[in-house]
């Protein structure tokens, strides 16, 4: 993962420019930060464990530069320590990178036998010591980069600083993103273009093996084979976003409240009438529907795969992208692949889509960001308005895709007549009064805390339910578990009996959502036996039960299209309390980034 920010200019100090970058990037990771920056016409670096404002009060306030590189990491290879921090220098070359060197340890070993020797843990300070071998053996930089490109397997997006040619910033991609600003006294590069937007809405992008020599006058891009190539300048189009806290303390309960303006932005073209309903794709033309995504994204899935199966007859697969590329998916041109993500850069959807790519199958790509990679390689996007998201624990865009997804359902359901147009009728009034049924279930608060006041000592929580309950429990264990740090697992109710109960005891707490009329007593027979077992119980639902042996958590009557959202609701709201009195850093939980872009 990892962000990273390369900056030159005529007559600007760099430094805040790439400490205001890299903050914009801490979404990719944020365990240690580093800068190399032209001081007395050498590179100083300097590097820190933490995040981007302890490197910021490292920095000397008056300390100017018109050139520099910086890095925000998310560790993979080697700890996050401040050794391990980027920039990574190996003699005449300082880099940053985001992505991963698959063969270092070959390349590292290659090094080794020329007299390299290496301080650190990271992939990265390997790819500095193999660009350095090249450019002592070469002399020329084009050579070098082709060379390199040759020789390394992985990911990478890097920019590198020359001792001896200090005027100019290079940079190479292949996999990791890399955009490039164009402003009249300021050029910059980055990971992506929110850490440019402050200072230009121009840029470029680099393909797979394009480079980029880019100083305060000129950026000239290479092929693979050296050759300068031209490429159209981007013009990025400001959306209409709110990016601060505002009242809130967390932008993920900000993010959480917002859902009742988020829900109704992503389905609003196409509720109106049947004929906007009718303007979202046809999937009837397609036998099977497979679904990719990960962690909340692949709950996601879920949740469509229940509603198409059930409510459709349209058989759905559903994938985590990790394990995708790795398994034998029965692909063919009947089955249409639906790419979910809310970053549109996880890297591993963006490799199992380029899979069914190769393969000149079928695509669609639910994203909430533009201009990604996902949204530019699927055949269809459809986008989510969920707004950025900032805090790293998904809620918003979980609820815009499950929106988008449930129409989906919907139009099927009416094009191939399993779901009639009065139904169809129905469920556009609901989404069209999704703030009224929403605002109740947010403004919950008490409820919410008292029930957090309860968990929030606990070493784990067992969140279990039936059909799609149980798909929505995974969400809110997951919710839970990354903010909280409470072990909390989800479990099928009927499949407790098959082990997992044994660990059921006295005061254990349970937390279940029973919302289908046809499941829902068996849900609460598997909760009379975890109660029997001595367990505290929180259910969610929809009917008027009277069981003071639960504590219950009442959720307006609504269609199977609208339901997940009224349940997920209080999941998150339980989740975020319950981490609000753990005390944990509940926007940028720890070991975790926003956007997931190494495999
Ligand atoms: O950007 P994506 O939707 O592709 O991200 C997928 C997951 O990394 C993401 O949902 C992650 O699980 C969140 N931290 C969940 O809150």
Redesign the pocket.
């Known amino acids: 993962m990892c962000g990273i920010v390369g900056a030159i200019s005529k007559d600007r100090n760099i430094l805040p420019i790439l400490i205001t970058g890299l903050k914009n990037l801490e979404y990719r990771g944020y365990d240690s930060a580093g800068v190399a920056y032209l001081k007395n016409n050498k590179i100083n670096i300097i590097k820190t464990r933490g995040k981007v404002n302890k490197l910021e009060n490292k920095l000397n306030k008056n300390e100017i530069s018109n050139i520099g590189i910086a890095h925000t990491r998310w560790a993979t290879h080697g700890k996050a320590t401040s050794n391990n921090a980027h920039p990574h220098r190996y003699k005449h070359i300082t880099i940053v990178h985001n992505g991963i060197i698959e063969n270092y340890e070959e390349m590292k070993n290659t090094l080794l036998k020329e007299k390299y020797s290496f301080k650190t843990d990271t992939d990265t300070e390997i790819a500095a010591g193999l660009l350095n071998y090249y450019y002592e053996k070469f002399n020329d930089i084009n050579k070098v980069i082709k060379e390199f490109m040759n020789k390394v397997i992985g990911s990478y997006a890097i920019v590198i600083m020359i001792d001896n040619d200090v005027d100019n910033l290079y940079c190479l991609k292949k996999e990791s993103p890399i955009v490039i600003g164009i402003n009249d006294n300021i050029n910059i590069i980055a990971s992506d273009i929110r850490a440019i937007t402050k200072y230009t809405d121009k840029y470029y992008t680099l393909n797979d093996y394009e480079y980029a020599k880019v100083n305060i006058n000129d950026i000239i891009i290479y092929d693979k084979d050296n050759n300068i190539i031209k490429k159209d300048i981007k013009e990025y189009k400001e959306e209409n976003n709110n990016n601060s806290k505002g009242h809130y303390k967390h932008y993920m309960l900000k993010e959480i409240m917002e859902q009742k303006e988020t829900i109704y932005n992503t389905v609003k073209p196409y509720i109106n009438s049947i004929g906007s309903l009718l303007k979202l794709p046809d999937l009837t033309k397609y036998k099977e529907i497979s679904i990719v ?7 996601a899935g879920l949740v469509a795969k229940y509603l198409f199966e059930e409510l459709t007859n349209t058989r759905c697969n559903v994938y985590l ?1 990790s394990e995708y590329r790795y398994q034998n998916n029965f692909l063919s041109k009947d089955t249409l692949t639906i790419f ?7 890297a ?2 963006i490799s199992a889509l380029k899979l069914v790519k190769s393969k000149n199958y079928p695509t669609l790509g639910i ?3 533009k201009e990604t990679t ?1 949204s530019s390689l699927v055949d269809t996007c459809l986008y989510t308005k969920a707004g950025n998201e900032i ?5 918003k ?2 609820t815009a ?1 499950i929106s988008i997804l449930s129409l989906l359902v919907l139009v099927t359901g009416y094009r191939n007549k399993t779901i009639n147009e009065n139904k169809v009728l129905e469920v556009l009034n609901e989404f069209k009064d999704i703030d009224n049924l929403v605002t109740p279930l947010l403004n919950k608060k008490n409820t919410y805390l008292s029930i957090a006041k309860k968990i929030y000592k606990e070493k784990d929580i067992f969140y279990i339910g039936r059909g799609l309950d149980y798909y929505l429990s995974m ?1 809110g264990a ?2 839970l578990k ?1 903010i909280s740090y409470i072990h909390s697992e989800s479990y099928a109710a009927g499949e407790l009996k098959h082990g997992t109960i044994s660990l059921i005891e006295k005061n254990t707490k349970v937390l279940s959502s029973a919302t289908n009329t046809k499941l829902n007593s068996k849900t609460i027979s598997n909760l009379k036996e975890v109660l029997a077992r001595g367990a505290d119980i929180y259910l969610i639902t929809d009917e008027n039960y009277k069981d003071d042996t639960f504590t219950i958590i009442n959720i307006p009557k609504a269609s199977y299209f609208i339901k997940p959202i009224l349940v997920i609701i209080p999941y998150q709201l339980i989740a975020y309390y319950t981490a609000l009195l753990k005390g944990t850093n509940i926007d940028k ?1 720890k070991n ?5 872009t190494v495999e």
């Open positions: 995504g990960c962690g909340t994204a692949y709950h992208a979910i993500s809310q970053s549109g850069e996880t591993d959807t994203i909430n960001v996902i805090a790293v624990a998904s809620t865009a979980y895709q969400e997951l919710k990354e939980p975790l980034a926003k956007s997931v």
